[in-house]
């Protein structure tokens, strides 16, 4: 019987030389994908040989947006209108539409990202290779968002009575505050702004001393007007509940800018006045008739009760055609003209307007100011604070998100061009109910937040289609199908940021990064071979095999190379050195207690092996964090070092175990024992 050799290690040597053939063709394999030239040259020779039709290895190396050049845009993600609960599931709705639509454009390999901080969510998309930014903001922005909405008829909830409450305070203590402040501008009238400056919390106020400058004729402070408009220049001696706080004015100037008039006035219609109202059943003839009968009637002094008879104004029973103080402007063109031409206390002739004839009187005039003002605002909680003003429209379940089907149709009536849609099972199911309950009420089609289609539902519509009509050219039509049949957005989006990384860039970057690598690997192997000769000759093989299946994993991932990830694959470089250091530093200990250069290899391994393990899991859960909860950038950094990490080990562990019990026979320690840290020594070294 033969026998078997068995070294110290307790694997045949048999066994050694099978692992490193194996070794060598996982070698041979890796190194195939990561440089194809020879080995499609081998099967160019070989179809030639045999006639066959073996393809080429075709497995290019996705480079990432700074080593290729490209476009990166930056959008933040509008969740308002989704609950809470909701926005990490409609952000990765957003993200499938985005990698859909910029697919079909032929983007290879677009790297689309979420990230939150705090409330804000964004959606960053990577387009290598795609150099014009109008066209990616046009790939990825105009994506639409297709809603359908129904009438809003929920009644507002009511005021708790811990709001309640909350609003009372607050008005109390904006109120005390408006109080204190007008105590000390009354004490320090010619310091008003000073005085703003140092007592409000309005930014914008602060910095201008709180000058709203002229305010008649703005309509944000038309109520602060109306208050104050009559007082004498300096500061106004009350404080005035306005705009939703409590306010502390000084008027800076006044001038005096038109005419105001008091006027009140009788209103004859007849059929034929375009504003007339429908129940109007007199004839222009008989209006004017009458309106000259009253005129020969009206006097200053029974004006009112004239216009409380005769004048058919709604409410003028109650009004007696008061119209109250107005200036140039408010009323249409005839009846303003009349009432500025005339004098006070007189009576008009009868004037035509789009109404019908009318009567004036004009009862008094004066001068209209504009005032320069500066005032002190202490704002106060409303109840729109808490409870918003309900919105018109209340969104449906149904979305752009149950949309099956989009395409470019024609009204068979008219022949305009439309959008026909079709909706999956749950859309059609989600039509049916909405339509069913809102027969005789309107429904709305939003795109992009605005109502397009505002159809009133005559009946339950079953089968889950639906037309979007409007006015839409055919070239309209059919880029809105398109669009949606990419693909409506669940959210909508917003661009924040643009940037363009120019192929120069990119190409400057992949030759740094090439002579970086190759500089390093040369100083490390120079190192390895200075301080441990043959084994580290064998660490420098095991590393050549290290960074080729590393490569050949990256290609058929693939991983999208970066200027981060390449990083991280040189950082498990000097890892993968480290582990065969460790064992390298304990093989010597071990050497040093005499044992055989077996016994010492397979100890050095067995007691390395702990402190390897440990600090690369170590790391290896630092790569899992950077990867879960950082952006794309950092991703690429963790991703490449975690399988370097994984790599490493099997290089350490595996690959330069087998080649160094493979090398070190009984002979090479006995002849070349200087390049295995020993002189040759006795003990059967098999």
């Known amino acids: 019987m033969s026998k078997k050799i068995i070294s110290t290690s307790g694997v045949s040597r048999l066994s050694v030389k099978r692992r490193v053939g194996l ?3 996982l070698f041979l394999f890796a190194g195939a994908i990561t440089y194809p030239a020879p080995a499609n040259w081998l099967i160019d020779q070989f179809n030639a040989a045999i006639g066959t039709k073996i393809g080429h290895i075709e497995k290019p ?6 080593l290729q050049g490209g476009t990166r845009l930056e959008y933040e993600a509008d969740v308002s209108n989704v609950p809470a609960g909701e926005h990490a599931a409609a952000l990765e709705g957003v993200r499938d539409v985005i990698e859909r639509r910029v697919n079909s454009m032929g983007v290879s390999e677009p790297v689309i990202q979420i990230t939150r901080s705090g409330d804000s ?3 960053s998309a990577e387009l290598a290779g795609v150099k014009d930014i109008n066209q990616a ?7 639409p968002i297709l809603e359908f909405k129904e009438l809003n008829e929920d009644p507002p909830r009511e005021l708790s009575d811990e709001e309640k409450t909350q609003i009372a305070d607050s008005e109390k203590a904006a109120k ?3 109080e204190q402040f007008l105590q000390k501008a009354t004490a320090d009238q010619g310091n008003f702004a000073k005085l703003v400056t140092e007592n409000v919390d309005d ?5 201008n001393g709180g000058d709203l400058g002229f305010i008649k004729d703005n309509p944000i402070y038309q109520d602060l007007y109306t208050q104050i408009k009559d007082q004498e220049v300096g500061l106004v001696p009350k404080v005035i509940d306005t705009m939703g706080a409590e306010v502390v004015a000084s008027i800076d100037e006044k001038k005096e800018v038109g005419t105001e008039v008091k006027a009140s006035h009788i209103l004859i219609q007849y059929v034929g006045a375009e504003q007339a109202t429908a129940s109007t059943t007199r004839s222009k003839e008989e209006a004017l008739e009458l309106i000259n009968q009253i005129k020969s009637e009206a006097t200053a002094d029974n004006f009112t009760e004239k216009a409380q008879q005769y004048s058919e104004e709604p409410g003028a029973e109650i009004s007696g055609g008061d119209l109250g103080w107005f200036g140039k402007g408010v009323m249409v063109q005839a009846f303003e003209d009349a009432a500025f031409g005339m004098e006070n206390g007189s009576i008009s002739e009868p004037i035509e307007t789009a109404f019908g004839y009318h009567l004036i009187f004009r009862e008094d005039s004066r001068p209209v100011d504009d005032i320069k003002v500066r005032a002190a605002l202490f704002s106060k909680l409303q109840e729109s604070d808490i409870i918003p003003q309900a919105d018109e429209w209340k969104r449906t379940e149904l979305t752009g998100k149950q949309l099956s089907k989009a395409q470019l149709d024609f009204d068979q009536r008219s022949g305009v061009a439309q959008v026909s849609l079709q909706f999956d099972k749950e859309g059609a199911d989600l039509f049916a109910d909405i339509t069913k309950r809102n027969i005789g009420k309107p429904v709305a089609i939003f795109l992009d937040g605005e109502p397009i289609s505002i159809p009133t539902v005559q009946g339950e519509i079953i089968g889950g289609n639906a037309v979007i009509s409007g006015q839409f050219t055919v070239a309209e039509a059919k880029l809105l199908a398109q669009r949606l049949q990419a693909g409506a957005l669940p959210v909508p989006i917003n661009l924040i940021m643009q940037q363009s990384v120019g192929p120069t860039l990119g190409k400057t970057s992949v030759n740094a990064s090439l002579t970086a690598g190759l500089w390093g690997f040369l100083l490390v192997a120079l190192f390895m071979l200075i301080m441990y000769r043959l084994p580290g000759l064998v660490a420098m093989v095991a590393l050549i095999l290290y960074g080729t299946l590393s490569f050949a994993i990256f290609k058929s991932i693939p991983v999208t190379l970066t200027l981060s990830g390449i990083a991280g694959f040189i950082l498990s470089v000097g890892m993968a050195v480290d582990a065969n250091v460790l064992i390298f530093e304990r093989l010597k200990e071990e050497l040093k207690l005499k044992k055989t250069f077996s016994q010492a290899l397979e100890e050095a391994f067995h007691r390395a092996w702990p402190s390897i393990r440990d600090g690369n899991v170590t790391t290896l859960i630092s790569c899992v964090v950077l990867y879960g909860f950082t952006s794309s950038v950092i991703k690429g950094f963790a991703l490449t070092l975690g399988i370097g990490i994984l790599l490493s ?10 080649l160094l019990r493979l090398i070190a026979t009984k002979q090479v320690v006995e002849k070349l024992g200087w390049l295995l840290f020993r002189t040759a020594d006795k003990n059967n070294e098999q």
């Open 23 to 25: 070794l060598v063709l």
């Open 61 to 66: 190396f996705v480079l990432g947006l700074d």
């Open 121 to 123: 969510w964004r959606v």
């Open 137 to 143: 903001i046009t790939m990825i922005g105009e994506t």
């Open 176 to 178: 005390e505050k408006a």
């Open 203 to 207: 930014v914008k106020l602060k910095e």
């Open 649 to 658: 080990m099997f290089s350490a562990i595996v690959v330069t175990r087998n």
